[in-house]
């Protein structure tokens, strides 16, 4: 075991006795959505995961210490120090582990403590991917380069068009990673069902899905799965106030000059103002949904061991 690692009782019995588990990420909680829906959200996401069958594990860094599972007290804490928490990807970890700080994990560093773990699937609203620019910013967030290396699943409502949503395919292809259409053939654009962009694959049952997470680890192929669930309809945002809202937000930041670790958090925020509370709304319906279906499918995973 990882000397870093600290796994939660309730977590680690699951795990041993082969029970389903779904992994949770803290960037969402911390710089993702304001205090304190963003603690209602996590806590109510943690119940749907129950709700489900399944255990739910959230994890973040505490005190230097990689955390999967977390207390209700540890989600409260994190939600109120919002972005005083450092924002942590891969980069991250040996200074923050080091000096023995908090940290929030993004995609990243979630799914390289779930697989520390031997958790195998992980649910959050959106990733990070190729931004808008990147030809010549070359912001590329390390969540694709983690996909294509852990094996775990993350069940996102697809990617947010602060992002360029075909490159974002084009580097995932060129890294090997399968990209599902839960029920759809189109990419969900994270607010809105549809984005223009063919999905790899359309899978429409928790067991089918499974089954293909099950096949990549016994063809012993690396790397993850990224499987992308619409929003519910009734959630959907109209096409044309989100973009508009992205358009600006894209445009402020450069001309801020926001670049690195601060961009993504940077635009998720301006968006949400832009667009008042409804793209918030949005937001949380979707995790909703997304730790609904990730737990089905940790179900039908367990099921077939
Ligand atoms: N996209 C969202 N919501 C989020 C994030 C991305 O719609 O909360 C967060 C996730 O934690 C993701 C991270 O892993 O931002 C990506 O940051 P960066 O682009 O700096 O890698
Ligand atoms: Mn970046």
Do not use: W
């Amino acid at each position: 075991m990882n000397k870093f690692l600290e796994v939660s009782k309730e977590v680690q019995e699951a795990l041993d006795a082969g029970k389903p588990v779904v992994a949770l990420e803290s960037t969402i909680i911390s710089h993702g959505m304001p205090y304190p829906q963003n603690v209602e959200t996590a806590l109510a996401v943690e119940k749907i995961i129950r709700d489900n069958g399944a255990v739910p594990a959230t994890i973040a860094i505490l005190g230097g210490k990689l955390k999967c599972g977390l207390s209700e007290d540890e989600i409260e804490y994190l939600g109120k120090k919002g972005k005083e928490i450092v924002k942590c990807s891969r980069r991250d970890l040996p200074v923050v582990i080091s000096k023995k700080i908090d940290g929030a994990t993004t995609v990243a560093t979630t799914m390289i403590i779930a697989s520390m773990a031997g958790v195998q699937i992980f649910a959050t609203g959106g990733i990070g991917g190729v931004h808008r620019g990147a030809e010549t910013t070359m912001d590329i967030s390390a969540d694709l380069e983690e996909l294509a290396q852990t094996p775990v699943m993350v069940v996102c409502a697809g990617a947010k068009a602060i992002l360029d949503l075909g490159l974002t395919l084009e580097y995932l292809e060129t890294k090997g990673v399968p990209v599902i259409g839960y029920g759809t053939e189109e990419l969900p654009a994270f607010y809105t069902r549809k984005s223009g962009f063919k999905v790899d694959y359309r899978l429409d049952t928790p067991e089918e899905v499974a089954e293909a997470f099950a096949a990549q680890r016994g063809a012993g192929l690396k790397g993850g799965m990224l499987v992308t669930n619409p929003i519910p309809e009734e959630y959907s945002m109209d096409a044309d106030v989100i973009n508009a809202a992205i358009d600006q937000a894209v445009a402020e930041s450069v001309e801020q000059g926001i670049h690195g670790k601060e961009s993504t958090p940077f635009l998720l925020a301006r968006v949400k103002e832009l667009t008042g509370g409804d793209s918030l709304d949005a937001n949380i319906q979707l995790v909703f949904n997304n730790a609904k279906v990730a737990a089905q499918t940790a179900v039908k995973l367990s099921e077939m061991k």
